[in-house]
């Protein structure tokens, strides 16, 4: 495609120019011919030169994965292969599920070399992404056309959920350094079920922790330490029903579930604790428990491109489906959004995992009805809004009470602080031996 550039239209502009004189006196008119045919003539052979120079060699390197609402770079090559330097505008052709910055890109690009510009992306969906073309506007030498290319330039990248979390839980995972998360890690003295190992008596130690032959040997003192029992699973039960579809913030409830599974999922492998998921409502998927770090990857695998549906969750029929799947004992996280209506369905469905698995039910509360208590009551509309948020959270903790009743572990959080509530929930769950 061909396109004009500015000095056309100030070409075209003189010739008006010209036009207008000839008409006030026709003695120009020949000079008027002439001007307009030299203008055609240049513009004809400044059109052919920018046509039929070689395009430039065009590369993308994107992210082999990209985190959901996380900045990455993109880098792009541009190759000179003609025989004049190039003035040149640049779009890339991004998918819709990212927001890029940085466009158009402009960029001087003498004979033989290569140019390699920045833009900055930020995905907002997760899935498998294509970029499908790269957009090159190269100025002809008198600056008069823009000639318009796509470079045939494919990419394929994948968003996966936010594994920012997951990172920053690897730099910080060491017992000074977990609480600076929200996560508290603590060890029972004496207390566990697996024999970690030997150490010197503390004050505080009761006499069944000592071991009187290694205190024999040793002359001195030795108590056992023990740890909590390792080779345990987890099985994370995932609602992708229409209430996962709220959203808060930059992301919506089911996008903080993600998250707060590969957190969990970190944590737990290096427990060593087996990890497993299982979706329903719509996206009915299953990935069996293993142990191993490799198991994070498969998680994502797993996560990147699952989406919450409009279906409603049919909690009994999933919670049978996971019975016959998961035979051993575990623990089954149930990620959810909560609601009184649920409660009839939901119910039977706890008490039937409860009679093999551990049971905790994760229900997210929205934003909103916190940050309604927030706002001053100035008027009589205002005391009614905020009357019906108290009424209704009263009505919401009265059904987490009666799950309570019923002996099932519950939490009811905003989504951004499921991450964290649910690991400690996790480690009082393995520090209780209730596994």
Not at 123 to 143: D, H, M, T, W, Y
Not at 147 to 168: C, G, I, M, R, W
Not at 312 to 317: K, N
Not at 387 to 395: E, I, M, N, P, W
Request: proline share 5%; net charge neutral.
């Amino acid at each position: 495609m061909i396109l004009p550039a500015c000095r056309s239209f100030y070409a075209v502009g003189a010739n008006a120019v010209v036009a207008l004189v000839t008409s006030v006196l026709p003695d120009f008119i020949g000079f008027w011919y002439v001007t307009v045919g030299i203008s055609l003539l240049v513009a004809f052979a400044d059109l052919l030169l920018v046509v039929t120079e070689p395009a430039p060699r065009g590369e993308r390197v994107v992210p082999h994965s990209l985190p959901l609402g996380v900045k990455r770079t993109v880098r792009l090559r541009l190759h000179n292969t003609g025989k004049r330097s190039l003035t040149m505008e640049i779009f890339d052709h991004f998918p819709l599920q990212v927001q890029a910055t940085g466009f158009p890109l402009r960029l001087e690009l003498a004979v033989g070399t290569f140019a390699e510009p920045l833009y900055d992306v930020t995905a907002i969906e997760r899935g498998k992404l294509n970029f499908p073309c790269l957009q090159v506007r190269i100025l002809s030498p008198l600056q008069l056309w823009w000639h318009d290319l796509k470079l045939p330039v494919v990419s394929e990248t994948k968003v996966y959920p936010n594994f920012a979390a997951v990172a920053q839980y690897a730099l910080m995972a060491t017992d000074n350094h977990l609480s600076h998360m929200g996560i508290m890690k603590k060890r029972r003295r004496g207390e566990g079920q697996d024999f970690h190992q030997l150490r010197e008596y503390r004050a505080g130690d009761s006499l069944r922790q000592i071991d009187w032959k290694a205190s024999s040997r040793m002359r001195k003192p030795i108590s056992r330490e023990y740890q909590d029992e390792r080779d345990q699973e987890i099985i994370f039960m995932l609602d992708c029903g229409h209430r996962m579809l709220a959203q808060d913030d930059a992301l919506s409830h089911f996008d903080h579930t993600l998250n707060a599974i590969l957190l969990l999922t970190y944590v737990a492998l290096r427990q060593g604790d087996s990890v497993g998921l299982g979706s329903f409502a719509g996206q009915n998927r299953w990935l069996p428990a293993h142990k191993g770090q490799h198991q994070v990857q498969q998680m994502l695998n797993a996560l990147y491109d699952l989406q919450p549906t409009t279906h409603a969750p049919d909690y009994t029929q999933a919670a049978t489906e996971l019975l016959v799947r998961q035979k051993k004992r575990a623990l089954i996280v149930l990620l959810t959004n909560l609601r009184d209506e649920d409660l009839d369905d939901l119910l039977p469905a706890l008490h039937i995992l409860r009679k093999r698995h551990v049971v905790l039910l994760a229900s997210m509360r929205e934003q909103a009805l916190d940050q309604a208590l927030d706002v001053p009551v100035d008027n009589q509309e205002d005391a009614l809004h905020t009357a019906a948020v108290q009424h209704y959270l009263a009505s919401r903790e009265a059904t987490l009470d009666r799950v309570r009743a019923a002996g099932i572990r519950c939490m009811d959080v905003p989504p951004p602080e499921l991450s964290v509530n649910l690991v400690n929930h996790y480690l009082d769950i393995k520090r209780s031996g209730l596994l």
